[in-house]
């Protein structure tokens, strides 16, 4: 049963911590997105990479926050320093080489920044 | 660039009656467009979508939506609804050449016995 697997599920840090949120996507998927999802503004996409290569971080606070794919197994989302605004659950979704746009999601990762 | 509306954020129903959900895109050109359920505590997972073809989709769980390209909407339906419907709904739209999805803000389907 091909699914996204997203590691932590859950994490509770303190302020000014390093975090970091792994993603493997479903094998043979070429496209990854990294989601976060709040109350107060709902799915917000952070970056999306296509073969690995960045496509787009336009939603990622660039000071913060970095995303890579350093093999197709592996996407990661790493915040430096953490801070309370942080809190969230982050979602990674993947997709498959057909152009459909139809996206796989993980159950994702609820990080809590005290 | 691309974006959604869903008017509701919230729709109380009672158990078998009908359901719809709106959901209003804009986009300067050809889109696909998607409706995602989310139960609590879990990813989102794909219900219906549209890519071409018949402007009304048939998805899972018996909801169907109909893409009108002179009103840009993509509404949700179900005739009669059940409690396992309770759900987080979200519309979500791409543009045809394989871009970034973009969700709405998602719209709390809440299923009265």
């Known amino acids: 049963d091909a699914r996204v697997t997203q590691t932590p599920r859950h994490k509770v840090t303190e302020m000014g911590q390093e975090v970091t949120m792994r993603c493997q996507p479903i094998l043979g998927h070429n496209t990854v997105f990294w989601y976060r999802q709040t109350m107060m503004q709902g799915l917000e996409l952070l970056a999306y990479f296509r073969n690995r290569a960045p496509l787009d971080d336009s939603g990622m606070p660039k000071d913060r926050f970095s995303a890579e794919m350093p093999d197709a197994t592996l996407a990661t989302l790493k915040i430096q320093p953490s801070e309370p605004r942080d809190s969230a659950v982050y979602f990674c979704?993947?997709?498959?080489?057909?152009?459909?746009?139809?996206?796989?999601f993980g159950e994702g990762s609820r990080l809590t920044v005290l | 660039a691309q974006s959604v509306t869903q008017l509701d954020s919230q729709v109380p129903v009672f158990e078998e009656a009908p359901v719809e959900l709106r959901c209003n895109y804009s986009s300067s050109v050809s889109v696909y467009l998607f409706w995602y359920v989310q139960y609590p505590n879990q990813g989102l997972q794909l219900l219906l979508k549209?890519?071409?073809?018949?402007?009304l989709v048939k998805g899972i769980n018996g909801f169907e939506a109909e893409f009108n390209k002179s009103q840009t909407s993509f509404h949700l339906r179900k005739p009669s609804v059940h409690i396992s419907d309770t759900a987080e709904y979200f519309c979500a739209v791409t543009k045809t050449s394989y871009d970034k999805v973009i969700f709405g803000p998602g719209t709390s389907l809440s299923v009265i016995p």
């Open positions: 549209y890519l071409s073809g018949s402007t």
């Open positions: 979704a993947s997709g498959g080489a057909v152009n459909t746009g139809e996206l796989f």
